[in-house]
């Protein structure tokens, strides 16, 4: 198989702006995650390691040389709707308000497969499940769970009651289906505008720390909710 | 104040080694987690960007830039020893059993302050809580946690009861106090001579992933724990 070493290589600048800009295609990385998506019924366009070998300045460039293991695959990017979240009304729909790091809404997706969640809305401000990033966060999850952006408005348009975790909110038990649940951004939490529509859900705690990383919240009131949901299993 | 710009001053190697061995010295970044570490007791024995000032290559070499926002503060390693952690008796110890990744790590010190636990026990295979990306991941609690290192034999030593996060256990509910709660590596557990000695605790989840981050468990486990622990609040 040739190598290719030229950075003016069509394949080479392809993966290069999945990697990077992650818009129509988006790349997953190591032999077990591109396996997993091949299970899940998805269809590599490219392998680069296996359909076409870089040289390795090239793959340094679209890679996490640790996660890869010489692997590297490009996807089309999946694009859910909101109405393919609200489709189910046995689990909930999580909403993520202004949460940057890549690698917290990928660990959310990876959560919201473990508790079977209807999936992921992404509000203004929250980081894109589809960078590399995210996606090694998710382990995988990520072609797994519907992730669609919305504006506030449209989240709020569908009239489905509203929860977020809140440290000014009661500490009551999250909804187990047919609802919201927001998580909001490690410093401010949630949006103005989706705490006045909300229902809020502290997480008891000491006074020791003033707050949790919102993927630790968000592990909490998720396996919670699937709990309630699910009691056989818990 | 004079702007230190050699690679061969004092100061700079003795903040440089601090921060790459953190053995008797380690280093605590950005005005937030330095006025935190001030506020728990600890007196830092030098602040880069207040009582002197590193050049920006300097400064890079010994900080991330984003979150040090030019402050980073030299302080004595803490050392906590495993009679510290068994003597409290109304929480939790938690062990970490070759939790190999340091954010991994920070991120359970900040929930083992968040769910009061005794402190954190480092088994063999465990990530240096006292790296910069492990104290970063605490968000400032590291100071606040007791962490020792043990060997398995020692801990076992003890003689409380021993719980260990594990998919092969049965759904119950983790202990609330006086036992030890142990987490392993993200891909295999705990070690075999923690789990033939532990009553397995499972987290009820969907088929959908294999398996959960080492810290969504601690999450999911600690809150609970804390919860029995402390009813009136939750």
Same mark, same amino acid.
């Given at each position: 198989?040739?190598? @290719? ?5 069509? !394949? ?10 992650? %818009? ?8 077990? =995650?591109? =396996? ?19 040289? +390795? ?13 010489? #692997? ?23 909403? !993520? ?10 660990? #959310?997706?990876?959560?919201?497969? =473990?508790?079977? %969640? ?9 980081? +894109? ?5 995210? #996606?090694?966060?998710?382990?995988? &999850? ?30 009551? +038990?999250?909804? %187990?289906?047919? =609802?919201?649940? &927001? ?16 229902? !809020?859900?502290? @997480? ?15 592990? #909490? ?14």
């Amino acid at each position: 198989m040739k190598t @290719i070493s030229s950075r003016h290589n069509a !394949l080479y600048k392809r993966m290069r702006d999945a990697s990077r800009e992650h %818009a129509e295609e988006i790349v997953i990385e190591g032999p077990k =995650a591109v =396996a997993d998506a091949k299970a899940a019924g998805w269809t590599p366009l490219l392998v680069v390691g296996e359909d076409v070998i870089f040289s +390795d300045a090239l793959f340094n460039d679209i890679s996490d040389t640790k996660t890869s293991q010489g #692997i590297v695959a490009l996807f089309e990017r999946p694009r859910a709707t909101l109405d393919q979240l609200f489709a189910r009304h046995d689990s909930v729909v999580i909403a !993520l308000d202004g949460v940057q790091d890549p690698g917290n809404v990928g660990t #959310i997706v990876r959560l919201a497969a =473990a508790f079977d %969640a209807a999936g992921v809305a992404l509000l203004p401000g929250s980081a +894109d499940p589809f960078s590399p990033k995210a #996606i090694r966060a998710s382990a995988g &999850a990520i072609l797994n769970v519907p992730c669609a952006t919305a504006s506030r408005d449209e989240l709020l348009a569908r009239g489905w009651p509203l929860f977020a975790a809140d440290a000014r909110g009661e500490a009551t +038990d999250p909804p %187990a289906r047919r =609802a919201i649940l &927001a998580f909001g951004s490690e410093g401010g939490g949630v949006s103005e505008e989706i705490a006045r529509a909300a229902t !809020l859900i502290a @997480i008891p705690m000491s006074s020791r720390v003033e707050s949790l990383n919102v993927a630790a919240s968000a592990a #909490i009131l998720l396996s919670r909710s699937y709990a309630l949901r699910c009691p056989a299993n818990s």
